[in-house]
């Protein structure tokens, strides 16, 4: 019953990666679709970027049981550090068995993970260059998406 990232690596693992990464890149971009069909607005509003961002970071923690294998070394550090935080707080036991404590606390180290790089982003361009502040803040999205699913692959174990 242990987590999901502690498997031992087999064949084809990465596959399911790719799957989950490509599934939320598309989630992402219908979601850009549906709230900014105008591409002005999207454009000129950093804030409306970096909070959509935000969202699809969040919603990618839903998929954080269905990653077969080790995974990459984000999403270790993202699963495993909530992991080692609730199982420091009360013990190893209860992190086992509570998953839903566990990606409650994956969820929040996700979206500081994320933050580290998008708030700065957001703050530095949201008056000045909001074309360029919502192109950046976008690019950290695709980066950071691809960096939990598929770049830097964790073939050595936790």
């Known amino acids: 019953m242990g987590l999901v990232l502690c498997l031992q690596f087999r064949e084809g693992e990465l596959v399911a990666s ?3 990464g490509i599934f939320f890149s598309v989630l992402w971009s219908v979601l850009i679709f549906v709230f ?5 607005v999207f454009l000129k509003t950093a804030t409306r970027v970096f909070f959509t961002s935000g969202v699809t970071v969040a919603l990618t923690t839903v998929s954080f049981p269905y990653v077969t294998g080790y995974g990459t070394s984000l999403l270790q550090l993202v699963v495993l550090g909530a992991w080692s935080l609730i199982a420091h707080l009360s013990s190893g036991l209860f992190a086992e068995h ?4 566990l990606y409650l606390v994956a969820l929040f180290l996700n ?4 933050s ?3 708030v700065p982003l957001w703050l530095c361009f949201r008056n000045r260059a909001t ?4 192109f950046a803040i976008v690019g950290w999205t695709v980066f950071y998406v691809a960096m939990l ?3 830097f692959p964790a073939t050595d174990g936790p």
């Open 111 to 114: 979206l500081v993970g994320f």
């Open 116 to 118: 580290f790089v998008a």
């Open 98 to 101: 509570h998953q839903g404590i």
């Open 149 to 151: 699913f598929f770049l």
């Open 36 to 40: 900014f069909r105008n591409r002005k």
């Open 18 to 20: 790719w799957h989950v």
């Open 131 to 134: 074309r360029f502040g919502s």
